[in-house]
């Protein structure tokens, strides 16, 4: 519409002056008759009326002057140009927004769900050998923890009663109840050593057989076993003792 205005503004300009002409021209005819020395109306006075100066070119200043009053008339107001800085500081507050919503979205969706943890691996679990479980076993005897001692010796005993040491898990089954002062059952675990074939462990289960009688008050029994011990196994090292308990027994 701006194009438009100006296209046409030139037109009515001259329309203007066209009319102006004609009515000082008239009125310079009939002046003229009368006071012939003095010219029709110039075009500096024609400028005048207009408002136009000599400096500014008339085109252009009736251009701006029809402009502005067509403008007016239609209540159009010319807007201000955006510079480039503002324009990049819409751009930069715009890409905050963005990025915030963004933010907020994302602090929404972790609070929604709930972060998973990986799984725990669980530690690779050994299984230790008849040898390994015995010293545990034998650590609980040397700890006098006895009872837990016998369990653990007669859970060996009940998986393998022909492994090398299971002669030696009956011999400290007899032991640990000795430890807990009931001889009468340590007498029965230490007869139960003869079964296995062969064990190094006879000669101390004889001489703790004739202990435990003679602790129990039977004597008689106790010479037997003692005297079962020098018949049996002569070159222990028990032999000595087995004498001596005899003779305290006569």
């Known amino acids: 519409m701006k194009r438009q205005i100006k296209k046409t503004a030139p037109i009515l300009s001259l329309l203007v ?26 075009v500096e006075d024609i400028d005048a009326l207009l408002g136009l100066t000599d400096d500014t070119p008339k ?3 009736t251009d701006e002057i029809a402009d502005d009053d067509v403008l007016k008339l239609l209540g159009v107001k010319e807007e201000a140009p955006v510079s480039g800085t503002e324009k990049v500081a819409e751009q930069n507050q715009a890409g905050q927004q963005r ?20 799984p725990v691996k669980e530690a690779p679990r050994t299984t230790l050998s008849f040898q390994e479980r015995y010293q545990e ?32 898990c009956q011999y400290w089954i007899g032991e640990s109840y ?24 006879d000669p101390d289960a004889q001489l703790k057989l004739g202990l435990c009688y003679r602790l129990l008050g039977d004597k008689e029994r106790a010479k037997q076993e003692f005297q079962k011990l020098i018949d049996h196994y002569p070159s222990s090292e028990y032999v000595s003792l087995a004498r001596k308990y005899l003779a305290e027994l006569q």
Not at 101 to 118: L, R
Not at 188 to 193: N, P, Q, S
């Open 99 to 118: 990025v915030s919503q963004a933010d907020t979205k994302q602090k929404e969706e972790s609070v929604s769900q709930p972060e998973e943890k990986p």
């Open 137 to 168: 076993a034998r650590q609980l005897y040397l700890g006098k923890k006895y009872r837990d001692a016998i369990q653990k010796f007669q859970a060996l005993l009940d998986e393998n009663m022909r492994h090398s040491l299971s002669d030696n």
């Open 17 to 42: 002056l066209v009319f102006i002409w004609t009515l000082v021209s008239g009125c310079g005819g009939s002046n003229q008759g009368i006071r012939g020395e003095e010219p029709a109306g110039n």
């Open 59 to 61: 085109e252009k200043k």
């Open 178 to 201: 000795w430890g807990l002062g009931d001889y009468q059952q340590a007498a029965i675990a230490f007869e139960k050593v003869f079964t296995f074939q062969n064990s190094n462990k």
